[in-house]
T-cell receptor, first 115, second 116 residues
Framework: DTEVTQTPKHLVMGMTNKKSLKCEQH?????MYWYKQKAKKPPELMFV???????INESVPSRFSPECPNSSLLNLHLHALQPEDSALYLC??????????????FGSGTRLTVV | AQTVTQSQPEMSVQEAETVTLSCTYD???????LFWYKQPPSRQMILVIR??????QNATENRFSVNFQKAAKSFSLKISDSQLGDAAMYFC?????????????FGTGTRLKVLA
């Protein structure tokens, strides 16, 4: 299995809703990432988990809450989002978050719309 | 701080022809990785090619090759025999090898259109 699977593919939520994005990989990668991508822009890093521990938080608002229950699974919990949070949310994984880099494997993303 | 610049927002190429996408970067580091990623309308970012800064030899993957000029801080992507499936947004990315900062820095992207 050489894929990163993200669910759901599309999500529409109200500003008072609570929802979660899910990301799963079975490649044995020990680093997992959340990126946010606005239309026609490059991805922006949000969070990095390395060996199931949060290692980087790019000053993301607390309405985004990441969780890494195990080495294969990464969640992003959403609460009280704003319309400007509407974007494509990409999950990625890599062998390690360290010196050796063979590049990331990205999922196909969740298109989030906040109404 | 490192920066990555892609000066061509959009490019077009005729099917079967060759096209070169430009990328320049700025860094004071000597040890780093450079990548080209492709993002088709399906949204998934796909790794196209990877270059290690300490290797002088240019990376090649089938129809994709790079021209890596470390002194000039240039990392262009050449696509030979362009195919309709090559149409996508292409992002150049820099990854530091400095301890604790293993993050990608992406360029703004180049949208490639392939004309039949």
């Amino acid at each position: 299995d050489t894929e990163v699977t993200q669910t759901p593919k599309h999500l529409v939520m109200g500003m008072t809703n609570k929802k979660s994005l899910k990301c799963e990989q079975h490649m044995g990668h020990r680093a997992m990432y959340w990126y946010k991508q606005k239309a026609k822009k490059p991805p922006e890093l949000m969070f990095v988990y390395s060996y199931e521990k949060l290692s980087i938080n790019e000053s993301v608002p607390s309405r985004f809450s990441p969780e890494c229950p195990n080495s294969s699974l990464l969640n992003l919990h959403l609460h009280a989002l704003q319309p400007e949070d509407s974007a494509l949310y990409l999950c990625a994984s890599s062998q390690e978050h360290s010196r050796n880099s063979y590049g990331y494997t990205f999922g196909s993303g969740t298109r989030l719309t906040v109404v | 701080a490192q920066t990555v610049t892609q000066s061509q927002p959009e490019m077009s190429v005729q099917e079967a022809e060759t096209v070169t996408l430009s990328c320049t970067y700025d860094t004071s580091e000597s040890d780093y990785y450079l990548f080209w990623y492709k993002q088709p309308p399906s949204r998934q970012m796909i790794l196209v090619i990877r270059q290690e800064a300490y290797k002088q030899q240019n990376a090649t993957e089938n129809r994709f090759s790079v021209n890596f000029q470390k002194a000039a801080k240039s990392f262009s992507l050449k696509i030979s025999d362009s195919q309709l499936g090559d149409a996508a947004m292409y992002f150049c990315a820099y990854r530091s090898q400095t301890s604790g900062t293993y993050k990608y820095i992406f360029g703004t992207g180049t949208r490639l259109k392939v004309l039949a």
